[in-house]
């Protein structure tokens, strides 16, 4: 994903720390109905490889592959030293293009994707490539979030205007925040199964109890100021620094909240191929 998707957060610690409590369970839920234990699973834009090694565990007949852009080799070196110990051996960890994924035809029994397709520029053609390393009769999985739908509670003007400016930063890099609500069209565009052979559905992330909520505040706040998200979002003059420390601020008041609850939802896919 080198030259064809901007990944507009980077890999600093501030974004990590939210990628490592992601998990089969609470990321990829919708898809564990249709895995067996003699499976083949690539992960899409594996990042830590959190998700990818849950799929691992659960295909103890088969074997999960990570692919990560050229960019995050140390994530994903990191990936494999934590496979390593936890003593994981049917996961491995690689980089390359989404847009030109590096298998050979009817390669895996599924391919997944988990928060992808809102970073590339050619949605598309990725869902394309990864139809076309799936066996036939294997499944192409793809969740992404849409930024447009969050909600929350209590409702402040800065919460709003991080929101326009997240839009607004995400657009300019080519990203399409509300990618949650769009991965039906893009699986017809790129020729995938419909009818009782496509599965749609949204799963969410909740933040509710006072140590969510201040796990989720205290990672945004940072994340606005001490990621690539930042260098993002100055370059071409689309922020100012007054208006990051604002959003930051924003978040932490958010989060000082004894009534905060916030909402994050995903469209989910399952494509029969």
């Known amino acids: 994903m080198p030259s064809t998707a901007n990944y507009v957060h980077g890999y600093q610690p501030s974004v990590l720390r939210s990628h490592t409590w992601r998990s089969a369970a609470n990321?990829?839920?919708?898809?564990?109905?249709?895995?067996?234990?003699?499976?083949?699973?690539?992960?899409?834009?594996?990042?830590?490889?959190?998700?990818?090694?849950d799929l691992a565990n659960l295909v103890p007949e088969g074997s999960a592959i990570g692919l990560e852009c050229?960019?995050?080799?140390?994530?994903i070196q990191q990936a494999a030293s934590v496979a390593q110990e936890k003593s994981i051996r049917n996961?491995?960890?690689?980089?390359?293009?989404?847009?030109?994924?590096?298998?050979e035809d009817n390669t895996f029994?599924?391919?997944?994707?988990?928060?992808?397709?809102?970073?590339v520029k050619n949605p598309v053609l990725v869902l394309r490539e990864m139809a076309r390393v799936t066996k036939p009769n294997g499944y192409v999985a793809v969740r992404s979030t849409d930024f447009r739908g969050f909600a929350w509670w209590p409702e402040t003007e800065g919460m709003d205007a991080w929101r326009e400016l997240y839009l607004k930063v995400m657009r300019k890099n080519d990203g399409i925040p509300?990618?949650?609500?769009?991965?039906?069209l893009w699986a017809r565009e790129a020729g995938l199964p419909r009818g009782d052979?496509?599965?749609?559905?949204?799963?969410?992330?909740?933040?509710?109890?006072?140590?969510?909520?201040?796990?989720?505040s205290s990672l945004w706040a940072e994340r606005l100021l001490e990621s690539r998200f930042r260098e993002s979002a100055l370059k071409d003059g689309l922020v100012t620094e007054t208006e990051l420390q604002a959003a930051s601020r924003a978040w932490k008041e958010w989060g000082a909240s004894e009534d905060a609850w916030f909402l994050a939802w995903h469209g989910e896919l399952v494509c029969h191929v």
């Not at 919708?30 to 067996?36: R, V």
């Not at 996961?91 to 298998?103: I, M, N, Q, R, S």
């Not at 509300?178 to 039906?184: A, I, N, P, V, W």
């Open 27 to 53: 990321s990829a839920a919708y898809l564990l109905p249709y895995i067996t234990p003699a499976m083949n699973i690539l992960d899409v834009g594996c990042g830590p490889g959190t998700i990818t090694m």
């Open 70 to 75: 050229e960019s995050a080799q140390e994530v």
């Open 91 to 103: 996961v491995e960890f690689t980089t390359g293009d989404a847009h030109k994924l590096p298998f």
């Open 109 to 119: 029994d599924i391919t997944h994707a988990h928060q992808v397709l809102q970073h």
């Open 178 to 184: 509300d990618s949650g609500r769009r991965l039906h």
């Open 197 to 216: 052979r496509m599965r749609k559905s949204v799963g969410t992330w909740c933040f509710a109890t006072e140590e969510e909520v201040a796990w989720w």
